[in-house]
Structure formats: structure tokens, C-alpha cells
């Protein structure tokens, strides 16, 4: 699984809807739908903001690894 399938499944799994987590990120809905469906890239930053929200490391979020560990903390 890759970083789109990722935080696509990652978002389902939450009961989130695309407008919800295009908010958090600072994005409009058509441009987070865009990121889903590999139109535009999804900004480092706005991944990491991803893997803060859903306390999911980033080698997880990118698809690096299967194993779910939290987010660092600093």
C-alpha cells in the first residue's frame, strides 16, 4: 500500500469524510479528492499533518512499513 491508498484508507477507517480532513490540512474538498485520486501530490507537510492527526508514524503513512506506531513525540 502506498501513501494515497494510506491516507485514503486511513481516513474511511476514522468516519471521515474528504471535506473533514481537507480542513485540517488547509485544502478544499476537490483539491484533497485530487490528492486521493493521484491528480495532484499531497505535500510533505500536509502528510505529516496526517500522521499527527491519525497518530500514525510516517514510515506507516508512506507505506515504508505495515506496522502501525504512534506518531514520535518530540
Do not use: W
Not at 14 to 32: P, W
Not at 33 to 60: F, G, H, Q
Request: with cysteine; glycine share 2%; aromatic share 8%.
Amino acid at each position: 500500500m502506498d501513501a494515497i491508498e494510506r491516507i485514503r484508507s486511513l481516513r474511511e477507517d476514522n468516519d471521515k469524510s474528504q471535506t473533514e480532513i481537507a480542513a485540517l490540512i488547509h485544502v478544499g474538498q476537490k483539491t484533497y479528492s485530487d490528492y486521493e485520486t493521484r491528480k495532484t501530490r499531497i505535500p510533505v507537510e500536509s502528510l505529516i499533518i496526517l500522521a499527527k492527526y491519525y497518530n500514525i508514524d510516517m514510515n506507516y503513512i508512506c507505506g515504508i512499513t505495515n506496522e502501525k506506531k504512534s506518531f514520535p513525540k518530540r
